[in-house]
């Protein structure tokens, strides 16, 4: 399992993924789930994946193949789109994973399935970030859900609800993300560090911020004492129940 997340507010996209992979309990592997495409000045993309490895990795493979060699029939340097660039990635994905899937023997049970979070801006036009789906098909984010998950989401997706709007600043996103990312780690085993985290800031063309936090890192150890203990007094001031009242 993993867990990938993207919040897009006025000031740019905030991009946010663990790094733990397993095919069973005794096979935990790290593997880099964060992937960039850029044309400096020109454009930005950010990827992030969830699912079978087998497929992610090959999707990026084949994107990036296509860019070395200028594919005529598309690549993410030759589209005029950002949803354009979405429906590339889902196309690719989508055509890999029924390879994977010719590939199984009979009766397989394996999934081949991946998922995707993609976003970034072309110059002239406006961030936009999108979730593409297995099928290759894709939603975008709105006012009214300025994020999007993949993978374990449940766990971080409280304070996402609670916390982020389209007002919010990129520093609050990217603090947001990180402890959405965090309880995620503290209650799934599944979803384990360093955890990557980019910021975009609108209209800059470049991914100028892009950090790796470890376990141990001493902003995220700090974070994450510091949300845990603002729970604790947020809970032990709530109002007193009381059962003779209630029962």
């Known amino acids: 399992m993993t867990y990938c997340l993207g919040i897009e507010v006025d000031q740019g996209l905030v991009f946010a993924s663990d790094s733990r992979t397993h095919a069973g309990f005794d096979q935990i592997s790290t593997y880099r789930k964060m992937h960039t495409f850029v044309q400096e000045g020109t454009r930005a993309f950010v990827l992030l994946s969830a699912g079978n490895l087998a497929t992610t990795q090959s999707v990026i493979r084949r994107l990036l193949r296509a860019i070395d060699e200028e594919d005529p029939a598309g690549n993410l340097h030759s589209v005029e789109h950002v949803c354009e660039a979405a429906n590339h990635v889902g196309r690719v994905s989508k055509k890999i994973q029924n390879y994977h899937q010719g590939m199984q023997q009979q009766g397989g049970d394996v ?3 991946a998922s995707f979070i993609f976003g970034g801006q072309i110059a002239g036009q406006s961030p936009e970030l999108f979730l593409i789906y297995p099928q290759g098909n894709f939603i975008s984010v709105s006012p009214e859900q300025p994020y999007l998950q993949i993978g374990e989401t449940k766990y971080g997706k409280p304070i996402l609800d609670r916390v982020v709007n389209t007002h919010l600043s990129l520093e609050d996103a990217a603090r947001c993300a990180l402890v959405s990312i965090d309880s995620t780690m503290r209650s799934n085993l599944s979803v384990g560090p ?13 991914l100028g911020c892009e950090m790796r936090f470890e376990d141990n890192d001493a902003y995220l150890e700090s974070l994450r004492t510091e949300w845990n203990d603002g729970l604790r007094k947020v809970f032990n001031g709530l109002p007193s129940f009381k059962m003779n009242e209630n029962c």
């Open 111 to 113: 999934s081949v399935e």
């Open 194 to 206: 360093p955890i990557d985290l980019l910021v975009y800031e609108r209209d800059s063309l470049s």
